[in-house]
């Protein structure tokens, strides 16, 4: 049986936030206006955003392990 691969989407998308977020810092000079700024922050914190939620819905989020009793609150 072929296994079906599953593309890390929530990763991949974190990496991006993290280049965008890293941007402006790495580009432009430190008196440059604020404008600029501004949507590399908002575009990276929606990146960022996205990226919690596509780990949050990757499968195996909840781990494959039954519970014990230990871990089982009475």
């Known amino acids: 049986?072929?296994?079906?691969?599953?593309?890390?989407?929530g990763a991949i998308v974190s990496v991006m936030?993290?280049?965008?977020?890293?941007?402006?810092?790495?580009l432009l000079p430190a008196d440059s206006p604020v404008g600029p700024?501004?949507?590399?922050?908002?575009?990276?914190?929606?990146?960022?955003?996205?990226?919690?939620?596509?780990?949050r819905a990757e499968p195996g989020k909840r781990g494959s392990r039954a519970p014990d009793e230990d871990d089982v609150r009475p």
């Open 17 to 26: 936030a993290a280049g965008v977020l890293a941007a402006p810092t790495l």
């Open 37 to 55: 700024k501004l949507v590399f922050i908002v575009v990276g914190s929606l990146l960022f955003a996205t990226a919690v939620a596509l780990t």
């Open 1 to 9: 049986m072929a296994r079906k691969s599953v593309v890390p989407w």
